[in-house]
């Protein structure tokens, strides 16, 4: 079974801070993404990877920034944590396009 | 802009009811369409849809897509407790990248 591990369930940062989120996936699956989950907003996308050191925005970049430097870690930086980035953060994976996600639990971050 | 919108955004309906969750959406360049249900942790698949009227099943959860409509809908019939979850639709597109819109969801509670 696919495993897709984030590193903190729950976090509490401060404002100001900078903000390391870390996402690591066990199949050896190419594509990788990071969403935030927001009430009545659903799932949004903040950036994606299709491969080793490569990144594309998503919907709501703004104040993020990613890193892949291995194919089996994305990690989500929050370069000036603000108390708008307060939010469930979702890492998921796939195998290519075309196939479904696997997800990780979710970190819930809270900057203060 | 692509969008996918789902509805209801809540529901709430009694053990051995059947339930009916819709997804509509407009996307560039349609690929799939994919159904998930989210407890308290990671989303965990349901389906994947790509083609029009070929319905999927999976024990009680059943699910079919019209691509002309622009829509899908999940069915669940005899409900139980362990039904209770927010379900997401998510659609992959090819708007120049290849990534998954979501819905917001439809939170699902199924009282005994």
């Known amino acids: 079974d696919v495993k897709v591990t984030q590193s903190s369930r729950y976090l509490v940062k401060r404002t100001g801070e900078k903000v390391f989120l870390e996402c690591v996936q066990d199949?050896?699956?190419?594509?990788m993404f990071w969403y935030r989950q927001d009430p009545g907003l659903g799932l949004r996308l903040i950036y994606f990877?299709?491969?080793?050191?490569?990144?594309e925005k998503g919907d709501i970049p703004e104040g993020y920034s990613v890193s892949r430097e291995k194919k089996e870690r994305f990690s989500l930086i929050l370069e000036s944590a603000s108390t708008n980035q307060t939010s469930m953060y979702l890492c998921?994976?796939?195998?290519?396009?075309?196939?479904?996600?696997?997800f990780g639990d979710g970190t819930r971050l809270s900057i203060l | 802009e692509d969008k996918v919108v789902q509805s209801p955004l809540s529901l709430v309906v009694h053990e051995g009811d059947t339930v009916t969750l819709n997804c509509s959406y407009e996307?560039?360049?349609?690929?799939?369409l994919l159904w998930y249900k989210q407890e308290k942790k990671a989303p965990t698949f349901l389906f994947m849809l790509?083609?029009?009227?070929i319905e999927k099943k999976s024990g009680r959860l059943s699910s079919i897509l019209d691509k002309k409509e622009l829509f899908s809908i999940l069915n669940i019939t005899a409900t139980q407790t362990g039904d209770s979850a927010i379900y997401l639709c998510?659609?992959?597109?090819?708007?120049?990248?290849?990534?998954?819109?979501f819905g917001t969801g439809t939170r699902l509670k199924v009282l005994a």
């Open positions: 199949m050896d699956h190419e594509n």
């Open positions: 996307v560039t360049n349609f690929r799939s």
């Open positions: 990877s299709y491969d080793v050191k490569m990144k």
């Open positions: 998510a659609v992959e597109a090819n708007s120049g990248t290849y990534k998954y819109i």
């Open positions: 998921a994976s796939s195998s290519s396009r075309g196939k479904s996600q696997h």
């Open positions: 790509t083609s029009s009227g």
